[in-house]
């Protein structure tokens, strides 16, 4: 081989694989195990009892079956926080969780993106987007993500009603499971 092709190379191939590493997301030390008080690996079904008649007075959170299967909606989780009217949603893959949703009024998206920044560190990656309003004036809505190895946060202004947020905490185990593998587990339905 020629001395200036086995030079190039030398240099070349390092080089290469000292890009692809470069391009590696960043790792996130404040990945979350659970989200006021629900566990995101544990059985939500044994772990999150049914609301009793009462629900203002449970401390703890509690579950409430919605309409849709494998549907359930947290209550009993109280926080100062927050502003109120706040919901937190639960989507199940048999009895674990696949997504747990925050969401609000956009009154308090900044309290909100604050608030996991302190708890969760920088996001891992953010884009600022154009939302063009009902009226036709344009707005910019900030999309923060956190990815993690178990859990991942999508957090932002719901584009299709900018009254309301969203932040989605993703199981990322349950999320990436086969089809076969979610529809062979009692109770699954799909979302």
């Given at each position: 081989?020629?001395?200036?092709?086995?030079?190039?190379?030398?240099?070349?191939?390092?080089?290469?694989?000292?890009?692809?590493?470069?391009?590696?997301?960043?790792?996130?030390?404040?990945?979350?195990?659970?989200?006021?008080?629900v566990d995101f690996q544990g059985d939500f079904l044994k772990n999150v009892p049914e609301c009793s008649a009462d629900v203002s007075a449970s401390k703890l959170p509690c579950r409430v079956a919605t309409e849709t299967p494998a549907k359930y909606l947290v209550q009993g989780a109280k926080s100062t926080r927050f502003l109120l009217g706040y919901q937190i949603t639960v989507y199940l893959s048999g009895s674990k969780?696949?997504?747990?949703?925050?969401?609000?009024?956009?009154?308090s998206s900044t309290v909100v993106a604050e608030m996991l920044r302190t708890d969760y560190g920088p996001?891992?990656?953010?884009k600022i987007h154009l939302v063009r309003m009902k009226s036709g004036a344009y707005f910019d809505n900030e999309a923060l993500h956190w990815q993690g190895e178990s859990v991942s946060i999508s957090a932002q202004r719901n584009d299709e009603d900018l009254g309301t947020y969203s932040v989605m905490f993703t199981n990322t185990p349950i999320s990436n499971l086969p089809d076969e593998e979610q529809s062979s587990s009692p109770n699954v339905s799909q979302l």
């Open positions: 081989m020629h001395p200036i092709k086995l030079l190039m190379a030398g240099i070349l191939i390092p080089s290469c694989a000292l890009a692809i590493d470069g391009h590696q997301p960043a790792s996130w030390h404040q990945e979350p195990k659970l989200f006021m008080g969780i696949e997504k747990l949703e925050l969401s609000g009024p956009s009154s996001p891992t990656a953010s």
